[in-house]
């Protein structure tokens, strides 16, 4: 098979499609692997009866359920649903908001693949631009998002030592260097990998230097503000019209009904709506239907703050106490959880690279994510990207227990050599 040049880059292997491949394998294969890996959201009885009563209401109302199996949608999503998120978001918040602002993409990588390729690659005049990453390590999905070869360029993080074996990235902005050939700026807030939540000032600093360079400020909230809210810290929503806050419905527990939604100034959605038209025609229902009245009442930043975010902050400070008491003396150091569902580890002077570890988990049964593939667009030779791990926290508390003691078995035999 002749493929073409797209073709050669999007079946190729990548860190994604190894982390979905292992995801298939743990929940569809080997039911008995210790799934420490990917980004599955953990099961909440609160949120699953919740669930559980909107998608009742749903199926018992005749014309509901027309709306959500027997029509297509705008491409943006259903106006009504788009019209009440803005509504929150502006009572809420005080944003400047209204339905024109929202866009619903199916599922938040959906929503970047065409973002970034709207901004980055070759244009018009010739010339080549990336999307910036002002602090990598970042989110494992954006790597191969690109149509184009060189789509990402980032900027190395300082790394503060925090004592009790934490750490902390912070933006470096003495090496924040933006010039021409950048075309957006983008974050994760909470980070996916390391759970580290980039200050209110740091988002603030960012936000100025990408208008002072009249480019988009592109933010990844989907684990983040105003919902699902699971950030343990003191944080602010940041929204204005030349930022894109990408939100998502997955990590309230929802993922399998692929909804992200894009908050953005009018010419950004109306530029996304065209190019996800031709990718995807119309946008998915059943994400809209089932939240749409948690957004009217508000309800959705209540269940944010009363389920999901204890839920993973609870987990968070009991992954944290196991490793500490598993790594003992260990050369080791865990990114301050601050949110999302994720611990990251860095094993300073790790004899093996992270991709060798992470197979020798894979062959005792406990599946993570090697933290080399958490690098996009940074430049080679940096040893600390091979120092790294990160490990979910969002499954049973017996699985992740068990998974982190074999951790620690495999990182200590390491060490010895």
């Not at 079946?11 to 298939?24: F, K, P, R, W, Y």
């Not at 094993?347 to 894979?362: D, H, V």
């Amino acid at each position: 098979m002749q493929l073409s040049t797209f073709g050669d880059k999007f079946t190729a292997n990548s860190g994604i499609v190894e982390l979905m491949d292992d995801i298939n394998t743990a929940f569809n294969e080997n039911p008995d692997m210790l799934f420490l890996g990917g980004g599955n959201p953990g099961r909440i009885p609160e949120m699953e009866a919740l669930f559980q009563r909107r998608l009742n209401e749903l199926n018992n109302d005749a014309q509901e359920r027309f709306n959500l199996l027997g029509l297509y949608q705008s491409t943006k999503g259903e106006k009504t649903f788009r019209a009440a998120v803005a509504a929150l978001l502006q009572s809420q918040f005080g944003w400047a908001l209204n339905a024109d602002n929202i866009a619903i993409s199916n599922g938040s990588q959906a929503a970047f693949f065409v973002l970034f390729n709207l901004f980055a690659g070759p244009t018009r005049s010739g010339k080549h631009r990336t999307l910036h990453f002002p602090m990598a390590p970042e989110y494992i999905g954006y790597s191969d998002a690109g149509l184009s070869a060189n789509t990402f360029s980032a900027t190395r993080p300082e790394i503060a030592r925090l004592g009790d074996h934490l750490f902390k990235y912070h933006v470096n902005f003495d090496q924040l260097a933006i010039d021409d050939t950048i075309a957006a700026l983008c974050v994760s807030r909470p980070t996916n990998p390391t759970g580290n939540v980039l200050t209110d000032r740091e988002i603030n600093q960012l936000d100025q230097l990408a208008r002072a360079h009249d480019i988009p400020f592109i933010i990844d909230g989907a684990y983040g503000l105003p919902f699902p809210g699971i950030i343990f810290n003191a944080a602010q929503p940041h929204w204005n019209d030349n930022t894109i806050l990408i939100l998502s419905l997955s990590k309230l527990g929802l993922p399998g009904v692929r909804t992200g939604i894009i908050v953005a100034n009018e010419d950004v959605i109306n530029a996304y709506g065209n190019a996800s038209t031709v990718i995807n025609l119309a946008g998915g229902n059943l994400g809209p239907a089932l939240s749409k009245p948690w957004f009217t009442s508000g309800d959705i930043l209540r269940y944010g703050q009363q389920y999901v975010q204890p839920f993973y902050q609870r987990s968070a400070q009991k992954a944290v106490d196991a490793f500490s008491a598993a790594l003992g003396d260990l050369p080791y150091y865990i990114h301050k959880p601050e949110g999302a569902i994720f611990l990251w580890l860095w094993f300073e002077g790790l004899p093996i690279s992270s991709q060798t570890l992470y197979q020798r988990l894979k062959q005792r049964g406990v599946l993570v994510i090697p933290g080399h593939n958490f690098f996009p667009g940074l430049k080679a030779g940096w040893q600390h990207t091979q120092e790294c791990i990160r490990v979910s926290y969002a499954q049973e508390e017996s699985v992740v227990q068990a998974g982190i003691k074999i951790i620690a078995q495999e990182v200590r035999t390491a060490y010895a050599g």
